[in-house]
């Protein structure tokens, strides 16, 4: 041991491993008195300049009976506590049981590793990451009411052409696919020129608006109700042949014709003409089924309006 020079290295060894690393270092005995500190435990508990050797670790830890009553009594732990103070620290805590060659428990040691600038780079990351995950949900909130805007009609709050265009496209597809029928019907205000040069574009407006509602309230939810343009309405209606189809559309006729408005003290009223037209028979494509349910509103027109013609099948 002397010619090799052991009782040499131990010492620097223990300075090198205990005194010098960052980690606070405090090792008990069986009573749980300190019988060994390094200089980085002493800075994180506040007791530099005054080993407390000797000392119950309850006395030590005296100042902060939160963290006391966390690992008191344990023999084996691992978890965070905070140091209470202006400038708090997070210390990472592990306590481990030193036994004898026998097993007989001679004490613990316990390394504490301050780890508060990294509680505080993951608190920030944290409250970034909430940060952005407001500003996407704000994004996504904009392109939904966007898209909502693109797919919608301004007056009347239903869907517009553009929606109609992809929407029965793909109900059609589906129908095809599952060997179903679909109906569509197209509705428009009788003489709706001469109603707007009587009561102006606002009476106009009120009108429409007025069968708009008719249309939402008296349709499924899965129908689509939209305004095709001008004074001209769509509806499709998925797994509905033309019979039930004429026979909602009616319905609507009916009711939109006994509607009496008020506007600037006037009272006012207005007629529909409808056309209805129906999958496979009257058409197979958006253009075809389309221009059938033109033909039958336009032979409603034709015949005096105010009324609803289904189309025959071809």
């Known amino acids: 041991m002397f010619r090799l020079g052991l009782l040499d290295v131990v010492p620097v060894a223990r300075y090198t491993l205990v005194e010098e690393m960052s980690d606070g ?35 030590l830890l005296d100042p902060w009976p939160d963290i006391r009553a966390k690992f008191e009594g344990k023999v084996e732990a691992s978890q965070q506590i905070t140091l209470p103070g202006e400038d708090k620290r997070t210390l990472d805590l592990r306590i481990s049981s030193l036994h004898s060659s026998t097993g007989l428990l001679k004490g613990r040691l316990i390394i504490m590793r301050d780890i508060s600038e990294q509680v505080r780079v993951q608190q920030q990351l944290e409250r970034t990451n909430k ?20 797919i919608r009609d301004s007056l009347t709050g239903l869907f517009n052409r553009r929606y109609l265009e992809e929407t029965l496209i793909r109900e059609l597809a589906k129908v095809q696919r599952e060997g179903e029928q679909l109906s569509v019907a197209m509705l428009d205000v009788d003489n709706f020129k001469t109603f707007n ?24 939810a899965s129908d689509i109700v939209c305004r095709y343009g001008g004074e001209e309405f769509v509806v499709v209606l998925p797994g509905a042949d033309t019979l039930v189809a004429f026979a909602r559309i009616e319905y609507i006729h009916s009711l939109f014709e006994k509607r009496i408005l008020e506007f600037e003290g006037k009272e006012m009223g207005s007629t529909v003409s409808a056309g209805v037209a129906g999958f496979p028979h009257n058409g197979e494509t958006y253009e075809d089924l389309l221009d059938a349910t033109d033909q039958a509103m336009y032979l409603a027109k034709k015949r005096g309006g105010n009324q609803v013609m289904p189309l025959t099948a071809k």
């Open 25 to 59: 270092v405090l090792v008990l005995d069986a009573q749980n008195r300190v019988v060994d500190i390094n200089p980085a435990a002493e800075i994180m508990l506040s007791v530099l300049g005054k080993p407390p050797i000797g000392v119950p670790a309850i006395d």
């Open 131 to 150: 940060r952005l995950q407001k500003q996407i949900k704000q994004v996504e909130d904009l392109q939904a009411k966007l898209r909502e805007q693109a």
């Open 197 to 220: 040069d009587t009561y102006g574009h606002a009476g106009g407006d009120l009108m429409l608006q007025a069968l708009s509602g008719l249309l939402m309230q008296n349709t499924r």
